[in-house]
């Protein structure tokens, strides 16, 4: 043994520091991406290796961006999705989550709904849209029942992994002292889940998005779906990158929003990585 009292051979450890980044050399950080990746487009376009043909230069989109807010079509497009990426979302997120409430915390629940639900989860929802277009037409009701079926599946799922892993004792302790079933599952159950039902609401709001897109091939006369459909026919590609960039910030802002409640409900979890 040496003086130093540890094994010949071993030296003594040294724990990792952690140094903590603030807000805004993170936020910096994270902007290097898409600034990168707007310095290549901008060069490629610049250089000819981009033909206004295949993808409009980065001017281009701004003009297309300038000249579709000043005639009404933008503002109008967006109300109009947002509008149904919204309703078709809430009517999702609620069926996903009696359903999953239901099935986690009820064992009746879970033996009549649960396998039927899982071997619906397993198909694609685009394949239902030719299916709902037969059912409903290609009025404004199957695109938004389309949206809320892709997003009902993973809001379940969470909600009922989250409840079901919610502690037992727990629950034990508050039936003893006569807490009723609802309130069980408002002050104890979803309190409990809250992880869970985060993780599910974050998927649900970047699905719906994806489903929105989808919903807008069902014919439609209004939205960014019909504007690209209008860009494509006159061969637009400044127009119809506008409309891809819109509906990838309608994504990313829905991701900004679940992490904004995460931070507001759950304070005390420190984003994974932060302080590496």
């Known amino acids: 043994m040496s003086d130093t009292g540890l094994h010949p051979g071993l030296v003594r450890p040294r724990p990792q520091r952690r140094r903590a980044r603030s807000r805004t050399c993170s936020a910096t950080v994270r902007t290097l991406g898409p600034l990168a990746l707007l310095v290549l487009w901008w060069a490629a376009s610049a250089t000819g290796l981009l033909t206004p043909d295949v993808l409009a230069s980065p001017a281009e989109v701004l003009r297309a961006v300038g000249e579709l807010w000043s005639n ?22 609620a069926a996903g989550l009696v359903l999953g409430i239901t099935t986690g915390f009820t064992r ?30 290609i009025n404004e009701t199957a695109k938004i029942l389309l949206i809320a079926v892709a997003t009902t ?31 069980l599952v ?11 039902l985060l993780a ?7 699905l719906s998005v994806i489903a929105l897109i989808a919903a807008e091939e069902i014919n439609a006369t209004a939205g960014i779906g019909y504007l690209m459909s209008q860009a494509q026919s006159y061969a637009r590609t400044d127009i119809l990158a506008v409309c891809i960039l819109v509906y990838g910030l309608l994504g990313l802002t829905a991701d900004i929003v679940v992490r904004l409640l995460q931070r507001l409900l759950m304070p005390w979890r420190i984003p994974q990585g932060a302080t590496r």
């Open 72 to 93: 009404g079509q933008l503002p109008d497009a967006l109300t109009t999705s947002l509008t149904r990426s919204g309703i078709g979302l809430l009517i999702g997120l």
């Open 108 to 137: 009746l629940g879970d033996e009549l709904l649960d396998s039927s639900i899982q071997t619906l989860r397993t198909i694609p929802f685009l394949s239902l849209v030719p299916l709902f277009m037969v059912w409903f037409g």
């Open 153 to 183: 599946f993973p809001m379940y799922v969470s909600t009922s992994s989250g409840v079901r892993n919610t502690d037992p004792k727990l629950i034990e302790a508050m039936r003893s002292f006569g807490m009723g079933r609802f309130a």
């Open 186 to 196: 408002r002050e104890v159950v979803l309190p409990g889940a809250l992880p869970s």
């Open 200 to 206: 599910g609401l974050r998927l649900s709001m970047t």
